[in-house]
């Protein structure tokens, strides 16, 4: 058993500590002990004099807590008692001031808020945190979540919903980012380190499920077909295809938004995915939908209103429509099916059908040379795309 010589110093080292399995209390130096229980469990332990009276205070589990951690923390307690200070209660006052991780994510939440693209995205950052964050290690102080905690929230969701497994990889990274900025935690981010332990994910399993382009043009006649369907949905789904939106964009288009003079509907950055501006050219067809929904609409200030007039309609009118035609597919998959048709069916270049996407140019020369957002290109790949789908057989 240790604790043999009277003032040992930096007796212990890492190796002795990692190999010692003999239950007892193995000194270190300066008060600073190893205790080996009979269970084999190791803690640190330090033993000093606090206000004329002699402590014991505990350091934390071996396995946690390095030697070196260990001797840094006694140090720093061992200063405090010098200059006459009660160190188990300024750790006891340090511990009521460190949030658990449920409250540091409101915090993060809170002080990000004006930075959100728009509100359903704030409260989607948030909720997907409250529901697989939470439950595993919400209660749990922010200084002391490790990669298996983190790994324990993931695993459930990693291969049945991977493109949300990973946004909340993400935000809990964002969150422990900030703990450590304000000064709760200490050492690396533990998100860093999940991935060893998660399997890889299949890209396939991440794609929306698109119809073939080629069967684009009988859907739309079923679509336009469909009895027992409110008409404004079924105009809205429309015109989702025509202009290859987003279903986010399409439901709370505005007419404010709708330049009927320019047959061209301008969506603010505010409601796009990359925070941009996007004009979208509208051809013919879309604009008889357009003309038809304002009819239906009875002055409304969006395109496609719900029951209620000033909110828009759910995005479930979709989903009902494809249950409705037994399809399998998702409304936002006839965004790839655009995109293929394009690359197959036209020979415009590829950055046409890529502006058409609103998607973001990853090539920053590329960008900061692309000033334009090629309309006027844009405008007949559109047109085109609108008589293909209107086409009573498949090109």
Request: charge should be positive.
């Amino acid at each position: 058993m240790g604790g043999t010589g009277r003032h040992p110093e930096k007796a212990l080292t890492s190796v002795q500590v990692r190999a010692l399995k003999a239950p007892g209390r193995y000194a270190d130096g300066h008060g600073l002990y190893l205790i080996v229980d009979p269970s084999g469990a190791k803690r640190w332990l330090l033993r000093i004099v606090v206000q004329g009276r002699r402590r014991d205070i505990g350091l934390g589990g071996a396995g946690l807590v390095s030697l070196a951690e260990a001797r840094e923390k006694a140090l720093t307690y061992r200063k405090t008692a010098r200059d006459g200070g009660d160190p188990m209660a300024e750790r006891k006052k340090a511990r009521a001031t460190i949030p658990t991780f449920a409250e540091a994510a409101e915090l993060v939440h809170a002080e990000h808020e004006a930075t959100w693209r728009n509100s359903k995205h704030a409260a989607q950052w948030i909720t997907t945190l409250h529901t697989y964050a939470n439950p595993h290690f919400g209660t749990k102080r922010i200084d002391q979540i490790e990669t298996p905690d983190v790994l324990r929230a993931l695993s459930p969701i990693w291969l049945t919903k991977g493109e949300t497994a990973r946004r909340v990889r993400q935000r809990i990274g964002t969150v422990l980012d900030w703990a450590k900025a304000a000064g709760h935690r200490s050492g690396d981010n533990p998100v860093g380190g999940v991935a060893k332990g998660l399997p890889k994910q299949s890209e396939r399993a991440e794609h929306h499920a698109a119809l073939p382009y080629a069967d684009v043009p009988a859907f739309v006649a079923r679509l336009r077909g469909i009895s027992g369907q409110g008409e404004i949905g079924r105009l809205a789904f429309e015109f989702l295809i025509l202009t290859a939106a987003r279903t986010g964009e399409v439901l709370g288009a505005r007419w404010a938004e709708i330049d009927e003079a320019r047959a061209l509907w301008i969506v603010p950055a505010a409601r796009m995915k990359a925070g941009r501006e996007h004009r979208v050219p509208l051809s013919g067809r879309a604009c008889d939908v357009l003309a038809r929904a304002r009819a239906l609409g009875s002055g409304t200030a969006l395109v496609f209103p719900g029951r209620r007039s000033d909110q828009p309609l759910s995005n479930m009118v979709f989903l009902m429509a494809l249950r409705r035609m037994g399809s399998s597919i998702t409304a936002h998959g006839f965004r790839s099916s655009f995109r293929d048709w394009a690359a197959e069916a036209t020979s415009l270049p590829r950055e046409v059908a890529e502006m058409a996407l609103a998607h973001t140019v990853e090539n920053r020369v590329e960008a900061a040379y692309r000033r334009g957002d090629l309309l006027e290109k844009r405008r007949d790949l559109m047109e085109e795309w609108a008589r293909f789908t209107a086409s009573t057989q498949p090109l």
